[in-house]
């Protein structure tokens, strides 16, 4: 956590006055991603676990399909900088970087989505199911693990979980690095994510539903609010989108069949 | 603001039990910005005041300079087209749109900036100053205005103020799109930024700094966090960084000269 955070020196004001203190505040770093020897992308991220952010982010915008495509992964932390190899060596088509989205919500702006993305993308079909009480278990697990958060209040957190753990938690500056961190460690450690429940801090909008219906994800659990096409997308995709948990209360926006109430 | 809202039907989970209820989210848009025949990026909004985001959009990103620029500025809200037209005409250069940045924080991901940008950003020289009970009197107005944020709770609102009132205001689903409507407003309407204040619901990344500054914008208010790079940004520009702006308290960053304290 010391390494993505900064003390600073700031003046605090209240109704009592006015007094200099030393704050915390979330790094924000520059990472490049370099595919190929092609410069992709700069996304500003929390400089920790850039390795998994760039393989969840080329596998998040459709550059990778699968690890064994992989053939070296560089780091340089200091200056950031991931270099990715693959084994065929191919270059992104220039058009892919053309006609992307820039986001919206709470997030770095994916990119390079495209209508035909949605309709490639296959419904998720797991049969899981988790209850009412075991996502309020979650959630607050979740809250108790966001330290960047708490020490900062700008960060942004995201977990993949089982219906009682918390398996992989990251934390980032940008709702969608979190997740694609998440993803990127699932990715290069072969944890799977099939039948898993993903859950975030930030707002459900259409590119994190993509994100998602990806990696087969079919519950996401949000402390925020969705759009409305994150909840027409989470419906077509077949996902049970679950938002604004807050105290003992929950939103279901699709899917409700994969929540139980618990004692029913 | 029925337009930027849609009610959908979700089921309710409290302690007491569950409940059909009908809800109300924010409705997520894409834009499509065309640059004298160029598509320039698909940007996920808010579907309100489109020209104003667009032309702010160009703006920030350095494709305009100046009003006198545009030619000729076109809008289809229904497809989500707007179509702008330089007097000169060009094509945006190719290596523009490649070497750019996708953001981070809550908020569409700004792009193209390089670090050449900061260093060719003068510094905000303006001698206005603004006392603490005018920040605190503004933010509750601004919170009260609000009004797709309290339906939905997943929108980010922005603000140009002068020391007593809010003189621009809108809501968007990204925190960058909504303080560029009310850049594009002030540039296609005459409305100085000069010696005014910006109001922010979202965090304070590098991002939005670069925004500001181009601006001209020399205190920016913020109900969130500040990133590290936002308060190192802020403190080279010049510009005041207040953040948590949250019932009597406040934390000013840089340039705390311009807060002044009430009474003395």
Known sequence: MDNETEKISILKLTEKGSSSIEDVVAKEFPLIIILNNHELVTLLCSPANLKYLAVGFLFSEGFLKSKDEIKKIMVDDRRGVVWVETKKGEEPADDVLFERFITSGCGRGTSFHSAADAQGQGKVESQIKISALEVLALVS????????????????????????????????????????????????????????????????????????????????????????????????????????????????????????????
């Not at 693990?145 to 700008?154: D, E, L, N, P, V």
């Open 141 to 264: 697990e979740f809250q108790h693990r966001s330290q960047i958060y708490r020490a900062t209040g700008g960060v942004h957190s995201a977990a993949l979980c089982d219906n009682k753990d918390i398996l992989v938690f990251s934390e980032d500056i940008g709702r969608h690095n979190a997740i694609d961190k998440i993803f990127g460690e699932c990715i290069l450690n072969d944890i799977a994510t099939d039948d898993h429940i993903i859950i975030t801090s930030g707002r459900v909008t259409s590119e994190i539903l993509f994100k998602v219906a990806r990696r087969n994800v079919s519950i996401i659990v949000s402390k925020s609010a969705p759009t409305n096409l994150g909840v027409r997308l989470a419906n077509d995709l077949g996902v049970t989108l679950v938002g604004f948990v807050r105290g003992k209360r929950m939103n279901v926006y699709t899917h409700a069949w994969r929540i139980t109430i618990d004692g029913k």
